[in-house]
């Protein structure tokens, strides 16, 4: 082999180098996103088996005027997986009345029930609504109530709420708007 070829080769040998380097760097920067919103950051779980309902991978946005998450379509997948009646609701078939537990960065923020607005019973805690019907189009989103006709305590309806705010502010997830057509 002559010198020249073996310059030759010498610099393509650094230039594949060099974007090899560029494209891992590249990659890296690209990833760090999908990262930050990992699954066990934010999580909604039920409470007699751990699995976990709803994760920060599925939100789209959190409305904090509403107390609303907006959930993207892996989420209404996930949600709509618990809706296996193909007709009326039945309530067995479904996350009504099922205890959930809310936890942000591992750790419990508050434990609750899903509930539905189309049930006359009252119940006095933090709910997720309506845990009775599918999602689809404009109607994805699902909110968090705190108690009817009795509320909880208000500084514990703010320290929840401010929990949350923090964390989807934080992600650039969060929303001071009353959303799209649907009332606090």
Known sequence: MSDVSIFWWGEAVKRIAVLLVA???????????????????FGIYLADSGKQVLSLTDIKAYHS???????????MEKWN????????????ENLFGKEFILKIE??????????????SASYNGVVIMDS??????????????????ESIPSSEENRITSELEGF????????????WGFSP
């Open 23 to 41: 494209f891992s760097l590249f990659s890296s920067v690209m990833l760090l996103p999908a990262c930050a919103r990992s699954d066990s950051s």
């Open 65 to 75: 005027l509403n107390h609303a998450l907006e959930l993207n379509e892996s989420g």
């Open 81 to 92: 997986s618990y809706q296996t009646s193909t007709t009326v609701p039945h309530l067995a």
């Open 106 to 119: 591992g750790r419990e923020v508050c434990r609750g029930e899903f509930y539905s607005g189309v049930s």
């Open 132 to 149: 009775l019907f599918k999602l689809e189009g404009e109607r994805n989103f699902i909110t968090f109530d705190f108690g009817y006709v």
């Open 168 to 179: 989807f502010s934080g992600r650039h997830l969060l929303v001071a708007d009353e959303g």
